[in-house]
Structures are given as structure tokens and as C-alpha cells.
């Protein structure tokens, strides 16, 4: 009887996530950057806001992109963007000036709904992640030098390889994407998409929440 409380526990916190990012659209100021200095990882911070509705400071989503060739160095601020994810893609575009820039798995760069004037920056990486939550990170401002965040390596959020993801409630070997909820720690949900190599792993844990990571094969 306990085993099968147990198990009916850990199904309410755990919730499997099957097939690409999911689509969705959202407005916010947001911050893209590399992820703490380095070249190989960018991310882009979301301050996300409904119509009608002020930014509150805080980051509520993060994605989070990596390569092995560096990006260079990368720092942009958009204080009213539109942010589209997509399969294998998210889009941010900036109506005051007509840019976006775009962070893609190989296959996934195209952006329909752009017009062809648009100046457009591309990003590709072999893994991918989007997360949703309530992270321990806020917008500053830009003379108190950007993203001001808590996050350590074993448990950012920005970035696809970094740290373990714990054994797989989702994904695992074979598994190019997997995504999960949890009703638990600061992440509340997250997807991973990988290539090259490499396969997806989700799982949720008492303190991060959802945690979804790229791992090698072999490793």
C-alpha cells in the first residue's frame, strides 16, 4: 500500500513531456547574452508580460543555446520584444528596429513570419533548452551590469550541458528531445533538444524543479 503511494506521489510531480518546444509566443523585455563569459553559451532572459500588464523584473523564462564553435562575444538588451519558440528554434524580434535574432538547432533556422528586410542574426547550436519558472535572476539595469543571478554551474538553467540532469524521468538514450513539469523547486517546466551525439534527459528534483540536459553518449 505505501509502494503504491509512493508511486501515485511521484506521478502528481513528475509530468513527461513527448515530441519538440512546444509553440508559444511571448512579449517581455529581455536579455541576450553570453551565459557568464562564456563563448559557447548563449542565452536569452525573458521579463514576459501580458497585455495590459507591467514587467516585474524578474526572469520567468530562459533558453538557453550551446556550440562547440564560440558565438563571440554577445550582449543585447530589448526592452519590448517578441519572443516565438518553435521546433528546434527560438525567435526574438525587435520591432523598434526591425531585428531578431534567432537560436537554432542545424535544419531549424528559418523564420516564415520575418519580412525579408529584417535584419536577422543567426545562432546555431547542437542543444537547445527552454525553461519556465520563477528563477533566483532579475533584468537590472544596465549600469548595474545587466542580469544580476544567483544560479551555479551544477544547476543553470541557461545552459544545456552544464551539470547532471539526474537519472531520466524523460528522454534518455535514443531521445533527440524531452520535456517535463514539475510542481516543485524554481523551474517549473523545461525542454531540451539535442543532436551531434548527444541525447535528451529530463528530471525534476526537490530544490531546482525541472531539469532537462544534453548528455553525451557514452558518459
Not at 1 to 18: E, G, R, S
Request: charged letters at 20%; a neutral charge.
Amino acid at each position: 500500500m505505501k509502494k503504491t503511494l509512493l508511486a501515485v506521489f511521484i506521478l502528481l510531480l513528475v509530468a513527461p513531456v513527448h515530441g519538440q518546444l512546444k509553440h508559444r509566443t511571448l512579449r517581455g523585455e529581455v536579455m541576450l547574452r553570453n551565459n557568464r563569459g562564456d563563448l559557447y553559451n548563449l542565452v536569452v532572459l525573458v521579463d514576459s508580460y501580458a497585455a495590459g500588464k507591467k514587467r516585474d523584473g524578474k526572469v520567468d523564462h530562459i533558453f538557453g543555446i550551446r556550440s562547440d564553435e564560440p558565438f563571440g562575444i554577445v550582449s543585447e538588451r530589448i526592452m519590448d520584444a517578441q519572443v516565438t519558440v518553435e521546433a528546434g528554434q527560438v525567435a526574438v524580434y525587435s520591432k523598434a528596429d526591425d531585428r531578431a535574432f534567432v537560436l537554432a538547432v542545424p535544419g531549424h533556422e528559418e523564420v516564415a513570419w520575418l519580412a525579408p528586410a529584417t535584419d536577422v542574426r543567426t545562432f546555431l547550436g547542437h542543444s537547445m533548452v527552454a525553461n519556465e519558472g520563477v528563477f533566483d535572476a532579475m533584468l537590472a539595469e544596465p549600469r548595474q551590469g545587466g542580469l544580476t543571478s544567483n544560479f551555479t554551474q551544477s544547476t543553470d538553467p541557461g545552459d544545456p550541458m552544464g551539470g547532471s540532469a539526474g537519472n531520466c524521468a524523460a528522454g534518455g538514450s535514443g531521445s533527440s528531445f524531452c520535456g517535463i513539469s514539475c510542481r516543485m523547486g524554481s523551474s517549473l517546466s523545461c525542454e531540451v533538444t539535442c543532436t551531434d551525439g548527444r541525447y535528451a534527459c529530463c528530471s525534476c528534483d526537490s530544490v531546482n524543479g525541472a531539469r532537462c540536459r544534453c548528455r553525451l553518449y557514452g558518459t
